[in-house]
């Protein structure tokens, strides 16, 4: 499944039009200012990202606890690491398929990079996927000690 299928781009628009502005620029004077809307920050995007991964593909809490061994973060490094476009040089897609082969923990299949700004999104949504899984598993072996 792509991420921008016909079926799922009103889905992602209908959630990205719930989410609040970063900030608002103020143009014009008088009777003619008005607020405009800039982008969503960062984080917000991030949050929005993290909130279609739970609910549109299924990658709840119980999905992520399956991955204990790192791979939600080898997968955020592939994505931020693909796009830092001074340190990585891409010829021939060698160094995709070497992040790919090094790193990328699941099936191919699953690989899909996009924009700079989409690859980061994706990379901080996973990372908050990993650090919410490390604190459910340490808040488990914390409740274990206490029994």
């Known amino acids: 499944m792509k991420y921008f299928e016909e079926e799922n781009a009103e889905k992602i628009k209908a959630m990205l039009d719930k989410m609040p502005p970063s900030y ?16 969503m920050s960062g984080a917000d995007q991030i949050k929005v990202e993290r909130e279609r991964q739970i609910n549109e593909e299924g990658w709840t809490a119980e999905h992520d606890d399956k991955h204990a061994i790192g791979e939600l973060a080898k997968a955020a490094a592939c994505y931020a690491v693909l796009d830092c476009s001074n340190f990585v040089t891409l010829k021939d897609g060698a160094v995709t398929i070497n992040i790919f082969r090094l ?17 980061l999104v994706k990379a901080g949504a996973l990372i908050a996927a990993e650090i919410d899984r490390l604190q459910r598993e340490k808040f488990r072996e914390e409740d274990n000690g206490r029994h």
Do not use: A, Q
Not at 29 to 39: D, F, H, R
């Open 24 to 39: 608002d620029k103020v143009e014009g004077t008088g009777s003619e200012t008005k607020l405009i809307p800039l982008p």
């Open 103 to 119: 790193l990328w923990p699941w099936h191919r299949d699953w690989w899909k990079p996009s924009s700079r700004i989409r690859n």
